[in-house]
């Protein structure tokens, strides 16, 4: 949680990557932590998810772009984070599965928000219910992530799309990705007036103002 609130508060932070360390990018909740202590289950899950749901909360709303490497497999909670970069990039080795059907939980961390959004509700039935495995290429196909990588090049690809969006215009970023995520709730006319009242705040901004001026004039 520390760190999504840093990623969104710190403004020498133009944008952010997710990806994890090892084999994994995440297996999601430590399942034997889980089994420990069964009958007191119902009040970890609420303190977990308390900590879990303010930290994707603030990624998703944070105004910069968000990049998720998923350099391995990304399962449960894992896969919530995976789905949560607006570019996600997933190593062709990687797999992603929802995970929670095999230990006899439902979905959180945002899981049975994005995944219909994202593949259809038809498919994510499918993902959840049968606990489906889907590969980074099958991901990519059906819009799940944005491209599958081959492993070897996965971090260069990282670090070139980094380099694209950290010269960006970050607050023109950062208004478009709230954007997008705000349009499945409103009408073509609500959504429109939210676009024009976004779009007046990002003019207040020097960096719009820079921008218009220099393509203007031609000019970086």
């Known amino acids: 949680m520390e760190a999504s609130i840093i990623c969104g508060e710190d403004d020498s932070i133009r944008c952010v990557t997710?990806?994890?360390?090892?084999?994994?990018?995440c297996a999601g909740g430590d399942v034997g932590e889980f089994n420990a202590t069964p009958e007191h289950l119902p009040?970890?899950?609420?303190?977990?998810?308390?900590?879990?749901?303010?930290?994707?909360?603030?990624?998703?709303?944070m105004?910069?772009?968000?990049?998720?490497?998923?350099?391995?497999?990304?399962?449960?909670?894992?896969?919530?984070l995976a789905l949560l970069g607006d570019i996600a990039l997933a190593a062709?080795?990687?797999?992603?599965?929802?995970?929670?059907?095999?230990?006899?939980?439902?979905?959180?961390?945002?899981?049975?928000w994005m995944l219909p959004r994202l593949v259809g509700l038809r498919r994510a039935q499918k993902m959840v219910i049968t606990n489906e495995r889907v590969s980074a290429d099958e991901a990519a196909a059906i819009g799940l992530v944005t491209e599958a990588v081959?492993?070897?090049?996965?971090?260069?690809?990282?670090?070139?799309?980094?380099?694209?969006?950290v010269t960006a215009a970050t607050p023109a970023l950062g208004k478009a990705r709230n954007l997008l995520h705000s349009s499945f709730n409103t009408s073509l006319e609500a959504q429109m007036e939210i676009e024009a009242r976004a779009m007046a705040d990002v003019c207040r901004t020097s960096?719009?103002?820079?921008?218009i001026g220099a393509f203007v004039a031609r000019r970086s």
């Open 18 to 25: 997710i990806t994890g360390a090892g084999r994994f990018f």
């Open 150 to 165: 081959d492993d070897a090049l996965l971090p260069s690809r990282g670090t070139e799309i980094e380099n694209q969006l």
């Open 92 to 112: 062709r080795s990687a797999h992603l599965t929802p995970a929670y059907a095999a230990i006899g939980l439902s979905p959180d961390a945002g899981m049975s």
């Open 207 to 211: 960096e719009a103002r820079e921008r």
């Open 43 to 61: 009040f970890l899950m609420k303190e977990l998810t308390a900590y879990l749901h303010m930290a994707i909360t603030r990624f998703a709303q």
């Open 63 to 80: 105004p910069k772009p968000l990049i998720t490497v998923i350099n391995g497999p990304a399962a449960g909670a894992g896969l919530s």
